[in-house]
């Protein structure tokens, strides 16, 4: 039988590291699946890092959830890998927005009506870095959105809005990326190395339920949003907060399981607020309609734009100040 542990987190990226942090410094055994290296998660002694393991099913009881892993790697496919389980008493799905268990659990997502397209064209320079580019640019062109954002002094990120009609497949060829590079910033070849090149999306969407018997869903496997309030990973990171230290008081024996309910009743109306706020301030930079960019334009060179609203704050439950 495979052994018990308190915790399995299935993911490695902000949440599931903030996640199984938490719980292993508290003393929790904690199983990690499909993580990446991390030496001080390692040295809790009590966390169990599973590199390269997928999850493919999953069975709940009274006492805890068994999850169905197969190993993978760049050469091999999941069915022909190796087999493993984990058994916890609790599970936490950090596992992205296109999470493998929350498809398991059956759970929906309630799309909020914000899907873009954008091409990501990270480069190194293969000169010294102009002046322009040593900060972060939004360009609200309604032409065609772009961005660019320094990386110390010798990387530069460049992004572009897909525009209606452009495939994934052509934003992707490197021609593209020279077009744009050139058409955009005058840079080419000789000025930059491109080190990688891919389409990514933003999208609205928050999943309808949170937590499925011992399973809860967290970070961008229960919310994605747009990212220009830079808030999607701190959201997650809130999510693990927010659970961890409740799962403590559970797994304890301190508290009931019922405290567990209030991890989705207080995350949710932030998650929520966040998101319509990103939204917002994207349909304010990204605008494709030319009458609306000239307006919005007008009234900031006329110092007319109205104040943005306020951060949505920690509203409910457990609140620390300071």
């Known amino acids: 039988m495979a052994p018990l542990y308190d915790i399995a987190v299935v993911g490695y990226g902000p949440t599931g590291l ?3 942090s938490l719980l ?3 003393g929790h055994r904690v199983a990690d699946v499909e993580s990446a290296i991390d030496r001080r998660l390692r040295g809790y002694g009590t966390v169990d890092v599973r590199q390269g393991w997928a999850v ?3 069975d709940q009881d009274d006492d805890g959830v ?3 892993l197969c190993g993978w790697n760049a050469e091999t496919s999941c069915a022909d890998g190796p087999h493993d389980e984990v058994r916890a008493r609790y599970v936490i799905a950090a596992d992205g927005s296109r999470s493998g268990v929350r498809e398991l659990l059956g759970v929906q997502r309630e799309d909020l009506g914000f899907n873009e397209s954008w091409v990501n ?3 190194e320079w293969l000169r010294p870095q102009p002046p322009e580019f040593a900060y972060g640019t939004q360009y609200c062109d309604p032409a065609r959105g772009h ?4 990386i110390g002094t010798t990387r530069q990120r460049f992004e572009f809005a897909l525009l ?6 052509e934003m992707t060829a490197p021609e593209t990326a020279w077009r744009l590079l050139r058409e955009y910033h005058d840079l080419g070849p000789d000025d930059v190395r491109i080190t990688r090149q891919l389409v990514y999306g933003f999208e609205a969407r928050i999943a309808t339920r949170w937590r499925t018997g011992r399973v809860f869903l967290t970070g961008d496997a229960a919310h994605t949003m747009p990212p220009y309030l830079g808030q999607g990973a701190c959201s997650g990171i809130r999510d693990a907060t927010n659970l961890a230290w409740k799962l403590h008081l559970v797994l304890g024996g301190l508290a009931p399981d019922a405290l567990l309910d209030t991890y989705e009743s207080e995350r949710r109306p932030h998650v929520t607020a966040l998101t319509h706020a990103a939204i917002g301030l994207g349909k304010v930079a990204n605008t494709h309609d030319v009458e609306a960019a000239a307006a919005r334009d007008a009234a900031f060179f006329a110092g007319k734009v109205p104040p943005p609203p306020p951060f949505p704050p920690l509203s409910g439950g457990v609140l620390r100040k300071g």
């Open 121 to 123: 064209i990270d480069t």
């Open 18 to 20: 903030t996640a199984a």
């Open 66 to 68: 068994t999850l169905r």
């Open 56 to 58: 493919t099913g999953l």
């Open 164 to 169: 209606p009609g452009e495939s994934r497949e």
């Open 24 to 26: 292993g410094r508290l």
């Open 147 to 150: 961005m660019t954002i320094n």
